[in-house]
Structures are given as C-alpha cells and as structure tokens.
C-alpha cells in the first residue's frame, strides 16, 4: 500500500485479556514507532524500531506491553492483561531512515477497554 | 524526562488571519524541531522541520521560528483556512526517536 497501515482500526476487550495490534509500514522505511495517544492528549512515545538494531523500548509504560518487528517489515504490539487505562488510540509511524524528521502515520487502532 | 511543551491548549483564529503557535522544549541535546497537524480521527500528517543549527524556515503559507537561546519554537500559518483547523503538535528528535508535546487545537472561525 501506499501508506502506514494499522489493524484492527477499532478492538473492544475485555479488561485482563491480552491484544495484539498490527503496522505494517511504508515499504523500504527503516524506521518504525508506535505510539499511544489517549483522549484529548499528545502522543506518548511507546517504543522505537531501526533496522536490525536493538529497539529503544524506553516508553513502554509496563511490562504487560510489547513490541516485535520482523526485519524492516510488520510489526506487533501486544498488551498483555489489559487494563481500562490502556485505552486509547495506538498509532504507528514509519521513516524511510533514522536521520529524518518527517515521519508517516497511519490511522491508529482505537483501544477500548472494557 | 525531558520533554516538549505547548503554552496554550487552544486558539481560535478568523479565516484570513494569520495564527502563531507556540511551544516550549527542554533538551538541548535535540537536533531537529517538527511540527505536525493532527485532524479529527486521522494520524498526525507532518507540517515542516527545522534543524537546531537554523533559526528559520518556510514553507507554503508555514513559518517555523526557533529561538534556541530561550528554547521556543512557533509555528506561523498565513492567511489561515478553515481547513487550517486542527490540533498542532511540536516534537523534536532526541536519539532518533520523535517526542511529541501535548498539542494546541486550532479553530478557524469563518
């Protein structure tokens, strides 16, 4: 596709179930974040992928969150035993490298918490 | 952690004027400012940059201002169009990754 795709565009779960959210970038980008943002809020880095280099997992809130990325393709985030304070949207960017500023973003994946 | 900061969380402008934005940040360390503009429902669509070794870049009906000795950067949009409306973020790259601030959503009265 021409753009940053993310999937499911909206996901309701159960409170304590676990979620699996999916990015795939722009082809050829090397650069890959996610990225929570909740309502009426900025966005809250989550964790950043570059090439085949270790992830910066810096923003990951808990240890009930994770993130994989296959090569430079798709990428994963799983919330294990969600809260309702995971609610948010979950938006996905990607960067044809690290060096530059300007980067994609998809629709987002509206988390609902229930 | 450091981080970047908006002034106002709202403004409201008429169609035709001209709207500044402001924005505060906190690391020195940073090497390139940006500005993105988000629409209702949509993800963040990137607006222009500008490298901490510059004080000023334009763009079409965009200024980005960056003063480096009191840490502020703006955003000016000429002649302002309701489809100008939107929330505006500024973020800066710190390590490679893009920290955003909290955002100041913009109205355009007709």
């Known amino acids: 596709g021409a753009g940053v795709s993310q999937s499911p565009s909206n996901k309701v779960t159960e409170k304590g179930k676990d979620v699996e959210l999916r990015c795939d970038p722009i082809s050829g980008h090397t650069a890959l974040y996610w990225y929570r943002q909740r309502l009426g809020q900025g966005l809250e880095f989550l964790i950043y992928f570059q090439g085949n280099s270790a992830p910066d997992k810096s923003g990951l809130p808990s240890d009930r969150f994770s993130a994989e990325r296959t090569g430079e393709s798709v990428s994963t985030l799983t919330i294990q035993r969600t809260q309702q304070e995971d609610s948010a949207v979950y938006l996905c960017?990607?960067?044809?490298?690290?060096?530059?500023?300007?980067?994609?973003f998809g629709q987002g994946t509206r988390l609902t918490v229930v | 952690g450091e981080s970047v900061g908006l002034h106002l969380p709202t403004l409201s402008v008429q169609e035709g004027d001209n709207s500044i934005i402001n924005c505060a940040y906190s690391n020195s360390a940073s090497d390139y400012f940006i500005w993105y503009k988000q629409e209702s429902g949509k993800g963040p669509q990137f607006i222009i940059d500008?490298?901490?070794?510059?004080d000023k870049r334009q763009g079409q009906r965009v200024t980005v201002l960056l003063n480096k000795t009191v840490k502020h950067l703006s955003l000016q949009i000429a002649a302002t169009q309701p489809g100008d409306s939107a929330v505006y973020f500024c973020?800066?790259?710190?390590?490679?990754?893009?920290?955003f601030g909290q955002g100041t959503e913009l109205s355009v009265k007709p």
């Open positions: 500008i490298r901490s070794n510059m």
């Open positions: 973020a800066d790259r710190q390590g490679g990754k893009l920290i």
């Open positions: 960017a990607s960067s044809l490298y690290e060096g530059l500023a300007e980067a994609f």
